[in-house]
Every structure is written in C-alpha cells, then in structure tokens.
C-alpha cells in the first residue's frame, strides 16, 4: 500500500501560494492528483482556465473564489467543484493564511489571460 508520508511530500512555491503535492505520478498515482495549497492572506492567484475539474476543500480560512466571474465565498469545511474550462480566480481577503485540499486528474493545465500555458507539476 503506497503510503506517502508528510516528509516526503514535494512543495512548490508559486503566484505567492505554497502547493504540497501528495498523490501524483512520481508518488505512484495513476489517474489522480491531491495537493494541500496554502494561500496567504492578501494574497490574490491570477485568473485562469483550467482543462480538467477540480474539486477544493476549505480546511481552514477563508477564499473568494470566482468561477466564470461569479464570485462566491468559501469557508472551512466548504467544497467548490470547479468543471473543466472553468475560468478560476482565488483571493484570501482574510488576515490569516487559507488551507485547501486539491483533487484532480492526471494531467491538468492551466491558461493565464495572456494565453500562457502551464501544466504544474502538482497536478501531472
């Protein structure tokens, strides 16, 4: 039974946000990815369209998140399932760090507004 344990756990750091990734490709995953994101207070993730559906998990905090841009507020214990093709915006307008839990499938990318493509290695 592939156990990936907290130590072993790879951290990126982007846009400002701390990505943990857990389940992935290089930890023996298959068809899904799972990441704990650490989004700091202040900060805001550029907009972007994402090629597969996502599904967060507030574990602690607070999020704006705009979906196709229709903002919503999310609190701990909130899920927002976010479909493929979906424009993607998240701000932490809160004075504390936010924490979510991030599924996916294999292979997700992202497109910025200037038509950059990213394929982040969390999530592939």
Known sequence: MPVVRSSEAVVHEVHGARFVSYAAPHTGSKELCAW???IPAGATAPAHTVSREEVF???????LITLDGRTERAVAGDAVVVNPGTTLGIENPAGRTAVSWVTTSTGLEAELADGTR????WAN
Do not use: Q
Not at 57 to 63: F, N, P, Q, R, T
Not at 118 to 121: H, K, V
């Open 36 to 38: 704990r994101v650490e």
């Open 57 to 63: 998990h507030l574990l602690d905090g607070e999020l």
């Open 118 to 121: 990213l394929a982040p290695p």
